[in-house]
């Protein structure tokens, strides 16, 4: 099973972003955590701070692999071209966030990856993507 986890912006600062919020675990290592204890699966991960980068990811591997699991960070509430390229895919994606964006402000209650994605998880912090693996393992 092939899956590639991508994240959006600001994630590449995990660990130094607001470790209260986020933790004070890098991505990169917690993403080789991930790939020992799924070692079933193929794990792939990949991270960009611009959005039409996402949309080109997204575009390359919706049609090839097995699921995508995307946090999308601030771009969740914001890209309707973030929400249209999982439309436009087939592969299946997992909206995952580390917080509880319910729990945040306002504007973070307003997803536009939601009603395209197979599955949201949120709130569990970085278990959030081990959640999401599983979900696609089931």
Not at 22 to 48: C, H, I, M, R
Not at 132 to 138: D, E, H, R
């Amino acid at each position: 099973m092939n899956i590639i986890i991508i994240n959006g912006p600001n994630l590449n600062l995990l660990g130094k972003r607001e470790p209260e919020i986020y933790g004070s675990a890098t991505f990169e290592d917690y993403f080789k955590t991930l790939q020992t204890e799924f070692s079933e699966a193929t794990l792939n991960y990949y991270q960009s701070n611009v959005e039409g980068e996402l949309i080109n990811k997204l575009h390359e591997v919706g049609f090839d692999y097995d699921g995508i699991i995307l946090n999308a960070g601030a771009y969740t509430h914001t890209s309707i071209g973030i929400g249209d390229a999982i439309k436009g895919i087939t592969t299946p994606v997992v909206e995952v966030h580390i917080s509880n964006t319910f729990g945040r402000e306002a504007f973070r209650h307003q997803s536009y990856i939601s009603p395209n994605a197979k599955g949201v998880i949120l709130g569990f912090g970085m278990q959030s993507y081990q959640l999401a693996i599983q979900s696609f393992l089931a």
